[in-house]
């Protein structure tokens, strides 16, 4: 199983970035997908969840700002970011429950990772 995460790079304060994610493998099924960061010396934290069903969680912090969505059929989800900060500056990761084929078990997979960087 891959996610692919693509869309990070560097802005001004005020500008606006998206993030998409792919997931690809062997995969039976997908549940929750979305967003975490982590800032040079702190600790990774959620951003944004959106459920199968799409239900969405989003955190305080980025309320107004953020949208998350996904598309079922292409395994993907998208955080448009928008008003960007200098301090949402970080490291965006992608987050899925992944069911992997000829399992019944659920495990969470991470991307590698893809660089945001807001300058004010």
């Known amino acids: 199983v891959q996610l692919v995460e693509s869309g990070g790079g560097t802005t001004h304060s005020g500008g606006s970035l998206r993030l998409s994610c792919a997931a690809s493998g062997n995969i039976r099924s997908l549940d929750t997908m979305g967003w975490y960061r982590q800032a040079p010396g702190k600790q990774r934290e959620l951003v944004a969840t959106i459920t199968d069903d799409y239900r969405v969680n989003l955190a305080n912090f980025v309320q107004g700002r953020f949208t998350i969505s996904r598309d079922r059929a292409k395994k993907t989800v998208y955080l448009n970011m928008d008003n960007l900060k200098p301090e949402d500056t970080a490291t965006f990761y992608c987050?899925?429950?992944?069911?992997?084929?000829?399992?019944?078990?659920?495990?969470?997979?991470w991307g590698q990772g893809t660089q945001v960087t807001v300058f004010s």
């Open positions: 987050y899925a429950e992944i069911s992997l084929r000829g399992t019944v078990t659920w495990g969470d997979f």
